[in-house]
């Protein structure tokens, strides 16, 4: 279950946060030459930097996340093996979608070539409250 965050506490004036996913993406290929040639050095400055860029938007994060596995493709046929862009995914929190993608603007993630982030607006299913 989802609890928002509530701001405020200090004026005794409260605003719910709305919740948004953060699909960090790269096309399969570049990913694919990233795992087959790595470069421990890229490697390490880029875990420095993903570190320094989470920690300046911890207040942020609902669910920092992280990198994602294999991908399984399920559909009313059955089950079979896929490949996606999706690479890794983050849960956060903010005022409006605007500024939840305004967060992501600086994400090292972009040293991949052609590496995108799709920020998502959850909402509530319709009739569940």
């Not at 040639?37 to 993903?50: L, V």
């Not at 009313?76 to 490949?83: L, M, S």
């Not at 994400?107 to 319709?126: K, L």
Request: charged letters at 25%.
């Amino acid at each position: 279950m989802f609890l928002p965050r509530l701001l405020g506490f200090e004026t005794g004036e409260f605003t719910i946060m709305k919740k948004y996913i953060a699909l960090y993406m790269a096309p399969v290929g570049a990913f694919d030459e990233m795992i087959k040639n790595p470069d421990p050095k890229a490697m390490k400055e880029t875990n420095e930097s993903w570190n320094k860029w989470a920690k300046s938007h911890e207040k942020s994060f609902v669910d920092q996340g992280g990198p994602v596995g294999k991908n399984k493709r399920v559909t009313k046929e059955g089950i079979k093996d896929v490949r996606n862009e999706v690479t890794g995914y983050s849960f956060v929190q903010a005022n409006s979608h605007e500024e939840a993608a305004k967060m992501f603007q600086d994400n090292p993630s972009f040293a991949y070539p052609g590496a995108y982030v799709e920020v998502i607006e959850c909402t509530e299913m319709p009739g569940s409250t």
